[in-house]
């Protein structure tokens, strides 16, 4: 209720500063223009005028009720689009079922971003985002919003944009508990849609002599994916985990995108009939020495090669988007950065940021270019954006200039700036009853969600369904002990300064742990 | 135009893959043949996927590749029938007693090195099966090792479909423990385990019942809505119609009969007890099912179902008809379950092509694929391994492991390839080192600056 009632002030608080400021006509003058849509214009001149590009070009006569902006010597973008964020959703605590969402759960009715969290992204470059919650394995429907001033339903440029599956299976002795449980779950769920509407179908055309079949909104949620209308966004990292997406897709008949992707130097040659989100998340060398030598040649090999993905992707002709899928807010630009180090151009990394995350959402005649008759979303910045030293001077949303955080030295370093004292690397030691088990774990909060990877005694891996909330935490890993069946352990404690403590249940009982921060 | 075009290209690249086709033959080895005797000084020539013919002269065909066997031998690749290699997450879905609805086939993952360790060991084809968390387990899968390849490529085509039951401590979930908060789940007992099984079954029943109704409805010309699509019911029917089958996890002899029973009462067969401890007390009854059994030779006492046992099983199962395999259950053993059936000539007094055949062709046939792996005979999948000694001899080691003709594991290529990892490990490292520390310079010039 509290929630509620604090989002109500925030929308009030943004309708109000929207009144303010109602879009009115510009001309950026003196940039060099990036309309993506056609080759860069130096000294070229960008018209605004009620929240739309009224004129983009070298010779643009500048319109008398125009307010004048010069940029000299910046670059000017569309804004960026960020295709899969969980922006303003907070994780539910672990264990919360009546919180997972479902496929008719509308992200539209739940999203609330915050200023702070919208100023952060906008001094990014990023002035639309698709959003939905990442919890549950039905993520429910996305929506791509701009981040401007006023309510939800203002910024909204599409709603639904995609039903948003991810395969996290639910915590021990909840159905489905496993990667197979979620696949098998799913492929239930699609074949009851279509149960659900073969019934309903035939109820509603003769009615006389059949049972009357069930009402059920999160099925009836279904038909616009069962008609292929609506897209699926099936979040998928590795190569083997996107080959079970794709086998699943094509088996459900789903008009799909995968999302995460980041091995997909893998496999580019299989990713020609599917557009892609490569999320620029890319995982961090471990910063002690010896933990790096101690890894296998593998996962070296596979860290390294991940930044590769969107450079093999543009060579292979795979219509991708960049995004920041799990990463904070101050890792897009960085990450986009890698990209383009890592051998993508700077006009691939520029159009994988804007035309082609809005065609991917079927936006494209609206949103992603400087085109005359395109929505107003418009970023300059003090040197060409994907450079290391780029500052974001201003932008405009919806043709509305909006506010940058004040103190840019703090903005520029969003990624450490937000940093939660559960970032970093722990090593935990559990108390079996056959020894004590050692297992390193690297953490990273964000907007009450917790990512990172694992390693020691019992294997390596990403950890899941980790949330934070204040001094607790939870999060579970897969545990392969050799010669035994690999089963899942759920931490749960609480942090003290640079120590942490709690219990795993486990497949063999509940034992204590507890850890401290690696310096 | 273009579709011609294509058609055309697939068709030249049809023919020109076979006439590439790889020929090998392996000459002056001694060939384990397993279903034919043992043939000194003998030869395997292969050709493409299949092995061409099996013999004592062979002549190499222009432009094979002719491996000299001297003093070596050749031996059929091992099947384990009982493995959870290779699987992605938890091997278990542990949260209802039955869940027959998931499947094996849907998480293989190409990743697992214990894949390409077992291929060193020998071993080709296995069967990966859902753990034993329920009495009735996910839907299970038969793969050959193609390290390397796609995991479309591991599975076997048109291998028959499996599922896993189990029986006894595990479904009664007295070695897994809820988290706190969690309740217990049902069933607690081996009574439970029982009800649990037949009572799939009778629903099962119904549910097929519902759509033969609903079939004869529309046959009628009436208008009816479909009954619900259950994947879970699904699998069970399939069972019934002999089309699924099944490998149970088992220790006591009692539950043993009692899922035979319940078979019998039920209408399916069981095609192999696994694990199987005290199956020497029973072989009788197992034969009369017509069940395999899946043993390991000398492991148990690691919980208290698992105490009754003696190495002498698999020697006394064979000797009361009943088809008899050891299998691994364990990334290490099945790197050695040539070992294991060693063993079963000290315990029991096989022969040694009656322990060969423990982890070749019968196992193949608890899997229903002799006709195509098992043994090295003419028509069959040139599933094989080449063996520095007596694959019985614990002192033996494979140089050379072949899938459908392909080499999959060469001692020789593997030690090669050691420095050239060891070479990459060592640049891959410098390259994050050099970065680390450019950015901790850049980092000291931005305070300066600053």
């Known amino acids: 209720?509290?929630?509620?009632?604090?989002?109500?002030?925030?929308?009030?608080?943004?309708?109000?500063?929207?009144?303010?400021?109602?879009?009115?006509?510009?001309?950026?003058?003196?940039?060099?223009?990036?309309?993506?849509?056609?080759?860069?214009?130096?000294?070229?001149?960008?018209?605004?005028?009620?929240?739309?590009?009224?004129?983009?070009?070298?010779?643009?006569?500048?319109?008398?009720?125009?307010?004048?902006?010069?940029?000299?010597?910046?670059?000017?973008?569309?804004?960026?689009?960020?295709?899969?964020?969980?922006?303003?959703?907070?994780?539910?605590?672990?264990?919360?079922?009546?919180?997972?969402?479902?496929?008719?759960?509308?992200?539209?009715?739940?999203?609330?971003?915050?200023?702070?969290?919208?100023?952060?992204?906008?001094?990014?470059?990023?002035?639309?985002?698709?959003?939905?919650?990442?919890?549950?394995?039905?993520?429910?429907?996305?929506?791509?919003?701009?981040?401007?001033?006023?309510?939800?339903?203002?910024?909204?440029?599409?709603?639904?944009?995609?039903?948003?599956?991810?395969?996290?299976?639910?915590?021990?002795?909840?159905?489905?508990?496993?990667?197979?449980?979620?696949?098998?779950?799913?492929?239930?769920?699609?074949?009851?849609?279509?149960?659900?509407?073969?019934?309903?179908?035939?109820?509603?055309?003769?009615?006389?002599?059949?049972?009357?079949?069930?009402?059920?909104?999160?099925?009836?949620?279904?038909?616009?994916?069962?008609?292929?209308?609506?897209?699926?966004?099936?979040?998928?990292?590795?190569?083997?985990?996107?080959?079970?997406?794709?086998?699943?897709?094509?088996?459900l008949n789903v008009r799909y995108v995968l999302s995460g992707a980041r091995q997909g130097y893998a496999m580019a040659g299989e990713l020609k009939d599917v557009p892609v989100l490569v999320s620029v998340k890319w995982p961090a060398a471990p910063a002690d020495k010896d933990d790096r030598e101690d890894q296998p040649l593998r996962v070296i090999r596979e860290r390294q090669l991940m930044p590769t993905t969107p450079a093999v992707l543009a060579r292979n002709g795979v219509a991708f988007a960049l995004v920041s899928g799990a990463g904070k807010t101050g890792d897009f630009l960085p990450g986009i950065r890698k990209a383009v180090e890592n051998g993508l151009s700077a006009d691939d990394a520029l159009r994988a940021t804007t035309l082609a995350p809005a065609r991917i959402f079927g936006v494209d005649r609206q949103l992603g270019s400087l085109e005359r008759g395109k929505i107003a979303n418009v970023v300059v910045s003090d040197k060409p954006l994907f450079e290391k030293e780029a500052?974001?001077?201003?932008?405009?949303?919806?043709?509305?200039?909006?506010?940058?955080?004040?103190?840019?030295?703090?903005?520029?370093?969003?990624?450490?700036?937000?940093?939660?004292?559960?970032?970093?690397?722990?090593?935990?030691?559990?108390?079996?009853?056959?020894?004590?088990?050692?297992?390193?774990?690297?953490?990273?909060?964000?907007?009450?969600?917790?990512?990172?990877?694992?390693?020691?005694?019992?294997?390596?891996?990403?950890?899941?369904?980790?949330?934070?909330?204040?001094?607790?935490?939870?999060?579970?890993?897969?545990?392969?002990?050799?010669?035994?069946?690999?089963?899942?352990?759920?931490?749960?404690?609480?942090?003290?300064?640079?120590?942490?403590?709690?219990?795993?249940?486990?497949?063999?009982?509940?034992?204590?742990?507890?850890?401290?921060?690696?310096? | 135009?273009?579709?011609?075009?294509?058609?055309?290209?697939?068709?030249?690249?049809?023919?020109?893959?076979?006439?590439?086709?790889?020929?090998?033959?392996?000459?002056?080895?001694?060939?384990?043949?397993?279903?034919?005797?043992v043939i000194e000084n003998g030869s395997v020539l292969i050709r493409g996927s299949k092995i061409a013919a099996v013999g004592r002269d062979l002549a190499a065909p222009a432009g094979a590749r002719v491996i000299d066997g001297t003093g070596k031998f050749v031996m059929p690749g091992i099947i384990d029938s009982h493995s959870h290699t290779g699987v992605d997450g938890s091997v278990n879905e542990i949260s209802l007693p039955n869940t027959g609805m998931v499947r094996i086939a849907d998480v293989l993952t190409n990743e697992d090195i214990s894949a390409y360790r077992q291929l060193a060991g020998g071993t080709t084809t296995a069967l990966v099966l859902h753990g034993s968390a329920n009495a009735i387990g996910g839907q299970s899968q038969i793969v050959k090792w193609k390290w390397g390849r796609p995991v479309s490529e591991w599975i076997v085509a048109g291998a028959p479909r499996t599922i896993k039951f189990a029986l006894g401590e595990n479904p009664k979930s007295a070695n897994f423990r809820p988290p706190e908060g969690t309740p217990r789940q049902y069933p607690a007992t081996r009574m439970g385990v029982e009800e649990v099984i037949r009572r799939s079954f009778i629903d099962a029943r119904d549910y097929r019942a519902s759509w033969d109704e609903y079939e004869a409805r529309r046959k009628r010309g009436e208008a009816a809505i479909p009954p619900r699509k259950d994947l879970l019911m699904d699998t069970m029917s399939d069972i019934l119609a002999g089309n699924i089958d099944v490998h149970a996890h088992c220790y006591r002899s009692d539950e043993m009969i009692m899922l035979l029973r319940v078979a019998d009462e039920m209408g399916f067969k069981v095609r192999e007890l696994q694990h199987v401890l005290e199956g020497y007390k029973v072989a009788q009854e197992i034969a009369a099912h017509g069940a395999g059994a899946g043993t390991f030779i000398d492991w148990w006492g690691y919980k208290a179902e698992a105490y009754d046992a003696t190495p002498y099983n698999v020697a006394l199962l064979m000797r009361g008809n009943v088809l008899t395999s050891v299998n691994s259950d364990s990334d290490e053993l099945a790197r050695h379950l040539n070992h294991d059936a060693a063993k079963a000539m000290k315990y029991g007094g096989l022969t040694e092509e009656e322990a060969l055949r423990l982890c070749t062709i019968n196992p193949a046939r608890q899997l229903r694929l002799d006709q195509r792996i098992g043994s090295i005979e003419p028509g069959k999948d040139a599933d094989l391994a080449i063996w520095n000694g007596h694959p019985l001899s614990s002192y033996a080691r494979v140089d050379t492991t072949f899938i459908e003709g392909e080499i999959y594991f060469d001692r020789q290529q593997d030690l090669a390839q050691r420095e050239a990892n060891r070479r990459e490990k060592e640049e891959r490292l410098k390259k994050e080192a050099d970065e680390a520390a450019a950015k901790k310079k850049d980092a000291k010039k931005g305070e300066k600056d600053a």
Not at chain 2, 15 to 27: D, G, P, Y
């Open chain 1, 391 to 519: 500052k974001v001077t201003r932008v405009f949303v919806d043709g509305r200039e909006v506010r940058l955080p004040k103190d840019e030295k703090k903005s520029d370093v969003a990624a450490s700036a937000d940093g939660s004292p559960i970032d970093g690397t722990w090593a935990l030691t559990v108390r079996a009853p056959q020894g004590s088990v050692s297992i390193q774990v690297t953490l990273t909060a964000e907007g009450g969600q917790l990512t990172g990877t694992f390693s020691g005694d019992r294997g390596s891996g990403d950890i899941r369904g980790g949330t934070v909330d204040g001094n607790a935490f939870a999060f579970t890993i897969t545990a392969n002990a050799e010669g035994a069946e690999s089963t899942d352990w759920a931490f749960r404690g609480t942090l003290s300064g640079d120590t942490m403590s709690g219990t795993v249940s486990t497949t063999l009982g509940s034992f204590e742990f507890s850890g401290s921060k690696s310096k």
């Open chain 1, 1 to 251: 209720m509290t929630h509620r009632r604090l989002g109500a002030v925030l929308l009030f608080l943004l309708a109000a500063t929207a009144g303010a400021d109602a879009p009115g006509v510009y001309a950026i003058t003196g940039g060099t223009l990036h309309p993506v849509s056609g080759p860069a214009i130096s000294n070229g001149t960008l018209v605004i005028r009620q929240g739309l590009v009224e004129a983009v070009g070298a010779n643009v006569s500048i319109p008398p009720d125009a307010a004048i902006i010069d940029v000299k010597g910046s670059h000017v973008y569309p804004g960026l689009i960020d295709a899969h964020t969980s922006l303003g959703f907070t994780a539910p605590k672990s264990g919360d079922k009546a919180a997972e969402p479902a496929p008719d759960t509308l992200a539209i009715r739940g999203v609330k971003v915050s200023e702070d969290d919208a100023d952060a992204r906008r001094a990014t470059g990023v002035t639309t985002i698709v959003t939905a919650p990442s919890s549950g394995i039905f993520n429910g429907q996305s929506v791509m919003l701009n981040l401007g001033a006023g309510a939800v339903e203002a910024n909204a440029i599409r709603s639904p944009a995609a039903l948003q599956v991810a395969f996290n299976p639910r915590p021990s002795w909840t159905y489905p508990d496993s990667l197979m449980g979620v696949i098998a779950f799913l492929r239930q769920n699609f074949l009851d849609a279509q149960q659900h509407a073969a019934a309903r179908d035939l109820y509603e055309r003769s009615p006389a002599g059949l049972r009357r079949p069930q009402d059920n909104p999160a099925l009836e949620a279904l038909r616009p994916v069962l008609r292929r209308e609506l897209p699926v966004v099936f979040i998928a990292d590795s190569a083997e985990m996107m080959r079970r997406a794709q086998a699943l897709a094509r088996e």
């Open chain 2, 1 to 37: 135009m273009r579709n011609a075009l294509c058609t055309l290209l697939l068709a030249l690249s049809a023919l020109s893959v076979a006439a590439q086709e790889r020929v090998t033959l392996i000459r002056n080895a001694t060939v384990l043949t397993i279903t034919n005797g």
